[in-house]
């Protein structure tokens, strides 16, 4: 007897489906299919397997699919919030992932009353998934500010600390929170009063929030060190006087705040050039530090050696998140990392389907784009613990 197959088909042939159910006929099964040509329809097709009468592994598993159309996923937004507050662990984590990976903008607006109603969730958990979405998608501003703020009395400091960096990834459009994100820099945390300076920096476009960060950055605390130094790649854009604390930083024992500080150092250009000869010195470290190394000195100088040499060794990492990482980073260098093409489509035969697709995105990037060494995008990063370091 076939077996029954339910089969969601991306392709832009119809001759070329054809075949496919053809072929899966003829091993035993009895496909019932849905056919796609873009990224549109294919969204249109999968929002509706995020409804919670499915089970949790089909709304993961769809979520992850609409993760990969990225900015046509949008309209999935509205649902993937009705996922945070989700039972299931890995439902939650999936929209999160999914939510950041959408950036939905206007698109996204229809989430915001949702989000705002998840702050005030029993649970921690849905409460901070929505206030990262929040910042993450940066709509509704004029409903968004004010409940952000109202929520900063919160009893968690991991919360009240999450909150100040959605606050501040709003800009100068979260002025009128200023008040209370100034309050915040007596919190008695210390993760607290980093972030508050960091919003306040980002709200302001100055300078104010600086010294708290440099307090951070040479106190006792390894994690409170690491975000202050991830922190000040933000400030580039109005401010270079966190470039000579972020270079001694190189120099530190501590491989988390060196990682975040080479990072952090790549924003600011060509601006940072007497940071080279430390920042080479990280070539030869852990690959999470050597990454942000040699991407930081391709911001820096506009060569793409040796970072094109680090990151095809990357390409052969055994951990796939570094394989993936590499491929990712190498698509952000554009037209500077033709010389990698050939060991980079090496990754379309990788063992993880995702590695594939991001190495055919990367291909596409490195052959259709000029070579720009500009500010690589914080959307494209992947954060790990909020330190502002990248893996």
């Given at each position: 007897?076939?077996?029954?197959?339910?089969?969601?088909?991306?392709?832009?042939?119809?001759?070329?489906?054809?075949?496919?159910?053809?072929?899966?006929?003829?091993?035993?099964?009895?496909?019932?299919?849905?056919?796609?040509?873009?990224?549109?329809?294919?969204?249109?097709?999968?929002?509706?397997?995020?409804?919670?009468?499915?089970?949790?592994?089909?709304?993961?598993?769809?979520?992850?699919?609409?993760?990969?159309?990225?900015?046509?996923?949008?309209?999935?937004?509205?649902?993937?919030?009705k996922m945070l507050a989700s039972?299931?662990?890995?439902?939650?984590?999936?929209?999160?992932?999914?939510?950041?990976?959408?950036?939905?903008?206007?698109?996204?607006?229809?989430?915001?009353?949702?989000?705002?109603?998840?702050?005030?969730?029993?649970?921690?958990?849905?409460?901070?998934?929505?206030?990262?979405?929040?910042?993450?998608?940066?709509?509704?501003?004029?409903?968004?500010?004010?409940?952000?703020?109202?929520?900063?009395?919160?009893?968690?400091?991991?919360?009240?600390?999450?909150?100040?960096?959605?606050?501040?990834?709003?800009?100068?459009?979260?002025?009128?929170?200023?008040?209370?994100?100034?309050?915040?820099?007596?919190?008695?945390?210390?993760?607290?009063?980093?972030?508050?300076?960091?919003?306040?920096?980002?709200?302001?476009?100055?300078?104010?929030?600086?010294?708290?960060?440099?307090?951070?950055?040479?106190?006792?605390?390894?994690?409170?060190?690491?975000?202050?130094?991830?922190?000040?790649?933000?400030?580039?854009?109005?401010?270079?006087?966190?470039?000579?604390?972020?270079?001694?930083?190189?120099?530190?024992?501590?491989a988390l705040l060196r990682a975040?500080?080479?990072?952090?150092?790549?924003?600011?250009?060509?601006?940072?050039?007497?940071?080279l000869p430390a920042m080479r010195?990280?070539?030869?470290?852990?690959?999470?530090?050597?990454?942000?190394?040699?991407?930081?000195?391709?911001?820096?100088?506009?060569?793409?050696?040796?970072?094109?040499?680090?990151?095809?060794?990357?390409?052969?990492?055994?951990?796939?998140?570094?394989?993936?990482?590499?491929?990712?980073?190498?698509?952000?260098?554009?037209?500077?990392?033709?010389?990698?093409?050939?060991?980079?489509?090496?990754?379309?035969?990788?063992?993880?389907?995702?590695?594939?697709?991001?190495?055919?995105?990367?291909?596409?990037?490195?052959?259709?784009?000029?070579?720009?060494?500009?500010?690589?995008?914080?959307?494209?990063?992947?954060?790990?613990?909020?330190?502002?370091?990248?893996?």
């Amino acid at each position: 007897m076939p077996r029954p197959l339910r089969l969601l088909m991306v392709e832009d042939s119809e001759a070329d489906a054809e075949l496919l159910l053809r072929e899966l006929q003829r091993h035993g099964f009895d496909p019932i299919f849905h056919r796609v040509e873009s990224p549109v329809e294919m969204a249109a097709a999968l929002i509706p397997l995020l409804d919670e009468r499915y089970h949790a592994s089909i709304r993961i598993d769809a979520a992850s699919k609409l993760t990969m159309l990225e900015r046509h996923a949008a309209p999935a937004t509205p649902a993937f919030v009705k996922m945070l507050a989700s039972d299931n662990d890995g439902v939650r984590v999936a929209a999160e992932m999914a939510i950041a990976s959408a950036q939905g903008g206007e698109a996204a607006a229809p989430a915001v009353p949702l989000l705002i109603k998840l702050l005030k969730h029993q649970e921690a958990r849905p409460r901070l998934l929505a206030i990262r979405a929040l910042g993450l998608i940066k709509v509704g501003t004029r409903e968004a500010i004010p409940a952000l703020t109202a929520a900063l009395v919160d009893n968690d400091p991991e919360i009240r600390a999450t909150i100040l960096y959605a606050l501040g990834e709003f800009g100068p459009a979260g002025k009128a929170a200023l008040s209370e994100v100034r309050k915040a820099l007596n919190d008695g945390a210390e993760e607290v009063r980093v972030a508050a300076a960091a919003a306040i920096c980002l709200i302001t476009q100055t300078e104010e929030g600086l010294p708290v960060l440099l307090k951070a950055l040479n106190g006792t605390d390894a994690m409170s060190r690491a975000t202050a130094a991830g922190v000040m790649g933000e400030l580039a854009k109005f401010s270079k006087s966190a470039i000579p604390s972020l270079i001694v930083a190189l120099r530190s024992g501590d491989a988390l705040l060196r990682a975040s500080a080479a990072k952090s150092l790549g924003e600011y250009g060509a601006d940072a050039l007497s940071a080279l000869p430390a920042m080479r010195m990280l070539l030869e470290e852990d690959t999470n530090t050597c990454a942000n190394a040699a991407i930081a000195i391709w911001q820096i100088t506009g060569k793409a050696e040796p970072t094109i040499s680090v990151l095809s060794r990357m390409l052969y990492d055994d951990k796939p998140f570094n394989r993936d990482w590499a491929v990712r980073l190498l698509g952000d260098m554009k037209a500077d990392a033709k010389p990698a093409l050939q060991v980079l489509k090496e990754r379309l035969e990788d063992p993880k389907p995702w590695i594939r697709r991001h190495a055919m995105d990367a291909i596409r990037q490195i052959m259709d784009a000029p070579a720009k060494p500009a500010l690589l995008e914080k959307e494209d990063r992947q954060p790990v613990d909020g330190s502002g370091v990248t893996k």
